[in-house]
Nanobody
Framework: EVQLVESGGGLVQPGGSLRLSCVGSGFTFSSYSMTWVRQAPGKGLEWVSAIGASGGITDYVNSVVGRFAISRDNAKNILYLELNNLKPEDTAVYYC??????????????WGQGTQVTVSS
């Protein structure tokens, strides 16, 4: 059974930091591009960041460049997203997703259940 399990979300003040994790199982994690997608309250899905299968290629939505960092540990089947200098507009449910295509922006094969990030004073 394929599973993607996110963790690390929570309530943080503006300017704070969090590290999200996503553990994959049931598929060959190291062969898949991994992506973080978020959904703010009342809004649609927004692509945030992606990393290639080997970790050598990364990409970010403009609004998080310089604040978020994506990485992966293929030996442990874990995807990370470091969130720094958080802003209220970063409040959303963050999902990890997997696909064999290189850095796809949609139509992922596998999805996690999401972890809530709330940025508020």
């Amino acid at each position: 059974e394929v599973q993607l399990v996110e963790s690390g979300g929570g309530l943080v003040q503006p300017g704070g930091s969090l590290r999200l994790s996503c553990v994959g199982s049931g598929f060959t994690f190291s062969s898949y591009s991994m992506t973080w997608v978020r959904q703010a309250p009342g809004k649609g899905l927004e692509w945030v960041s992606a990393i290639g299968a080997s970790g050598g290629i990364t990409d970010y939505v403009n609004s998080v460049v310089g604040r978020f960092a994506i990485s992966r540990d293929n030996a442990k089947n874990i995807l990370y997203l470091e969130l720094n200098n958080l802003k209220p507009e970063d409040t959303a449910v963050y999902y990890c997703a997997a696909d064999e295509r290189l850095l796809p922006r949609n139509d992922y094969v596998y999805w996690g259940q999401g972890t809530q990030v709330t940025v508020s004073s």
